[in-house]
């Protein structure tokens, strides 16, 4: 049965045994974990770090960014945590799923190293995320719209 709802649990460590509608959230550790949404009973955790997800507490509800791609999983689910609320997201085909694996590896490597350039690492272009679409502003509309 699909979860349609998280509900925080703060916590020092992350229970052995895990509660469907629950997200399970260790500050001292900088990670989440709860059961996958889609009910197939797998452990999803998602750590805290500048190159994982970010968690926002809004008093009563969290939000996890960006959304969670379960790949390596059989559901392979997909969804984001806002306010609690699971949203579904698009289903990637195994193409998205590589490039994304290489965005994610290549965004460590420029965190975590002493890269100067960009250029330094391959592919750094080669992904642009399906959910993220380039927001334009009023003038880029315009020119967009009338061929400038």
């Known amino acids: 049965m699909k979860t349609r709802i998280l509900q ?3 916590v ?8 469907d ?9 900088c990670t989440a974990t709860h059961n996958c ?8 955790v ?3 770090t500048p190159t994982d997800w970010e968690l926002a507490f809004n008093g009563e509800t969290v939000s996890l960014s960006p959304s969670i791609g379960n790949w390596s999983f059989d559901c392979q689910s997909h969804y ?3 306010r609690g609320k699971i949203q579904w997201a698009g289903q990637w085909s195994q193409e998205e ?7 994610d590896q290549i965004t460590k490597q420029l965190h975590f190293s002493d890269v100067d350039e960009p250029s330094e690492v391959s592919a750094k272009s080669e992904f642009t995320p399906v959910e993220q679409e380039p927001v334009l502003g009023f003038w880029q ?3 967009h719209k009338f061929g400038l």
């Open 80 to 82: 984001w945590i806002k």
């Open 8 to 10: 925080p649990s703060f």
């Open 97 to 103: 799923i590589e490039a994304g694996r290489r965005k």
């Open 46 to 48: 998602t750590p805290f």
């Open 141 to 143: 509309k315009l020119r």
């Open 12 to 19: 020092k460590f992350i229970p052995e045994s895990l509660e």
């Open 21 to 29: 509608g629950i997200i399970y959230i260790s500050i001292d550790y």
């Open 37 to 44: 949404v889609c009910g197939c009973g797998n452990k999803v």
